[in-house]
């Protein structure tokens, strides 16, 4: 597992949507915060971006985000040309995840952190119910043949890591894990089912959902990633038939998807267009990136236009549409290009290009066309 540590940050309302009344898409990009080597600044200059996601690192998972926190860092982003409307992500405390007996006051406190947020103006939350890791590849210098380098996953060398030496804060992560704490970790999962982590995630949205939709705000769980269980922990959005479950979980308004094409597209057995049209009334929220499949379970991220990789973006992004979203999209994952320094996957100028194709396709529907 190649990893730099230099490079790695901590994980990551009922406003209305800024911009023009016919824009149908809301786009934007992710910030990590003030520690972000990317300038809100700079993201600013590229054409049609008025808003960003982030959120507030500092807090750990069942901490409430408190009004004063949230309204610094709204300020911050005002300050830089653009106003906060999306988070990602709220962390979820393990004991939520687990069923534990003290789960009920980690729920609260995501309750009032959804408050919160609403009345500072946001408008979109995106959280996962990945057990112990959040996003996992196993290389973040994977070099594709033009020069640019993306990450990667590859089964054989996740399972040739040694898990004693214990898991470092990978990008995005909200923590790392001691060799120790890891094996505790995963050993309480022991014997869990997916549908035992289905059922411990109904009664996680049945508590949030109401919340939410009185404060205005949307919801979006986002796919695991990758979509299939890993070192035996249960996964419970990885592909149609499991996205139609959670979703069944309740059918209020608030709840819906984060629909991430790199993470459904890591599994070839995955229908996007297909998905997108089923599930497009449901999602609150787009990750747009594009993934090449050399293997089952192997993967490398790629550029987000269709001919580098699997995902063809222009008929995803026309089945969104045409069942009805119109929520918030945002370029994931981009290569390191132009010798660039970043976070892993979040540099600004592969970003960039991908926020202009996207916004291309967006263009070339809604002219009439086809994109």
């Not at 790695?8 to 023009?20: F, I, N, V, Y």
């Not at 990667?152 to 923590?175: C, H, I, N, T």
């Not at 090449?292 to 993967?299: A, K, L, P, Q, S």
């Amino acid at each position: 597992m190649v990893i730099h540590s230099a490079l790695m940050t901590p994980h990551a309302g009922s406003g209305s949507r800024p911009g023009h009344a016919d824009e149908a898409l809301e786009f934007l990009f992710r910030w990590f915060g003030p520690h972000d080597p990317v300038q809100l600044t700079h993201m600013a200059q590229v054409p049609n971006v008025r808003t960003v996601v982030t959120a507030l690192a500092d807090f750990a998972p069942g901490e409430v985000w408190t009004p004063e926190a949230i309204q610094e860092r709204t300020e911050l982003c005002a300050a830089n040309g653009l106003q906060w409307t999306v988070v990602e992500s709220i962390p979820l405390h393990e004991s939520i995840k687990l069923g534990s007996p003290d789960r009920d006051r980690h729920i609260e406190a995501w309750q009032e952190t959804l408050v919160n947020l609403a009345a500072a103006g946001i408008h979109t939350v995106c959280y996962n119910f990945m057990p112990v890791f959040d996003w996992m590849r196993t290389d973040f210098e994977f070099r594709l043949p033009d020069g640019s380098t993306s990450a990667a996953y590859v089964q054989k060398d996740f399972e040739a890591v040694d898990l004693s030496q214990g898991m470092p804060q990978l990008p995005a992560w909200p923590r790392g894990y001691t060799a120790q704490e890891l094996r505790a970790m995963i050993a309480r999962y022991e014997g869990v089912t997916s549908e035992v982590m289905l059922e411990r995630f109904s009664y996680f949205i049945n508590q949030v959902a109401p919340v939410a939709e009185q404060a205005g705000l949307r919801l979006g769980v986002h796919p695991d990633d990758p979509p299939w269980p890993i070192l035996g922990l249960p996964r419970i959005v990885t592909d149609e038939a499991a996205l139609a479950a959670v979703l069944s979980c309740t059918d209020n308004p608030a709840h819906g998807l984060t629909f991430c094409t790199g993470s459904l597209g890591a599994r070839a057995d995955n229908d996007l267009p297909a998905m997108a049209r089923r599930f497009g009334s449901r999602t609150h929220f787009v990750h747009a990136r594009n993934v090449r499949r050399t293997g089952e379970r192997d993967f490398h991220e790629v550029s987000h236009h269709p001919s580098d990789g699997d995902v063809d973006l222009p008929a995803v992004i026309r089945a969104l549409l045409e069942s009805g979203f119109s929520g918030p999209i945002r370029p994931d994952h981009g290569r390191h290009i132009w010798g660039e320094q970043a976070i892993v996957g979040y540099g600004l100028h592969d970003r960039a290009l991908g926020l202009m194709y996207l916004q291309g396709i967006h263009d070339s529907i809604r002219a009439g066309g086809q994109p």
